[in-house]
């Protein structure tokens, strides 16, 4: 007589089968687990570590400042889990961008690995182009007080941007601008105009000086319209609907008619109050 071997019902071969895979998937879980760990571990040996920072290209910001910044951010972990200060997963591009976020001195920032335990930082400081005054605060502070404070003023740079605060100045070190920003408590970062918008009045303003006009400030209340004032006390009130170049063929069309001529010489018979460029060739002007 032959017997055959004996079979599982359907149903205790299906609760093996889960428990087989429910074994496989906690086994994987846990591979992955231990290689989460293991990278976590391997990303905070000191070997790949970064341990020396060296800063070139500062003068006004200084090194500690960008030293700490870089630091604080490189100190940080991925997923709770990873170093950032790893030299595999040092965020640069990311602390390259918070440095220009945070110091807005600095124009341009580049951050190389040098060997495995050092980062070298070269920076690119903004330059002083000219300087913008708030006139709201030294207004205010006059209704409170006999005596007006000085006005808070700030450097711009090429662009247009406000970037640091700036001491008094007397003479014509900078071109002084005025107006758009005023009454703002952190001007710090803004653009006073447009980065082109500003190009093209500090190009007509370089052409002002040309014609030997001394500027002492430039105001602007709303964007668009825009006064000059000369260092004799004469006014030059403009706008952008028309291109710069044809306006200042106006201008030297009117000072040669009125007979003033080059540079609005004090010592001539004629005094310009103002002149208006706004209306095309139908130019505006007052004498003294």
């Not at 001195?105 to 005054?133: A, D, H, M, Q, Y």
């Not at 980065?195 to 964007?223: M, P, W």
Request: net charge positive; charged share 30%.
């Amino acid at each position: 007589m032959i017997h055959k071997n004996p079979t599982l019902k359907p149903s205790k071969l299906k609760r093996r089968r889960r428990k087989i895979f429910a074994f496989k998937v906690v086994g994987i879980f846990l591979l992955m687990v231990i290689f989460v760990f293991l990278l976590s571990w391997l990303s905070k040996i000191s070997a790949i570590q970064i341990a020396n920072i060296k800063v070139s290209g500062n003068s006004s910001v200084s090194e500690d400042e960008i030293k700490n910044l870089m630091t604080e951010e490189s100190s940080k972990k991925y997923l709770l889990l990873f170093s950032k200060n790893s030299l595999f997963l040092y965020p640069r591009k990311q602390i390259e961008a918070k440095i220009l976020n945070d110091l807005k001195k600095i124009e341009k920032v580049e951050i190389k690995s040098k060997g495995l335990k050092t980062k070298t930082v070269s920076i690119v400081e903004r330059k002083p182009n000219s300087i913008w005054c708030d006139n709201s605060k030294s207004e205010a502070d006059s209704i409170n007080s006999k005596e007006k404070n000085p006005e808070s003023c700030y450097f711009l740079d090429r662009e247009g941007m406000v970037f640091s605060d700036a001491p008094s100045f007397s003479g014509q070190a900078y071109t002084r601008y005025h107006g758009l920003l005023d009454g703002d408590l952190n001007p710090i970062g803004r653009m006073y105009l447009p980065s082109a918008k500003f190009k093209e009045i500090g190009n007509f303003i370089n052409s002002l000086k040309g014609l030997g006009l001394v500027i002492s400030e430039f105001h602007s209340e709303t964007e668009g319209d825009y006064e000059i004032y000369l260092e004799n006390g004469s006014k030059i009130i403009f706008d952008d609907r028309r291109p710069f170049d044809k306006i200042l063929v106006n201008l030297e069309s009117i000072l040669s008619e009125i007979g003033i001529g080059k540079g609005l010489s004090t010592s001539s018979s004629v005094k310009l109050d103002y002149v208006d460029l706004r209306f095309g060739n139908k130019i505006f002007y007052k004498t003294k």
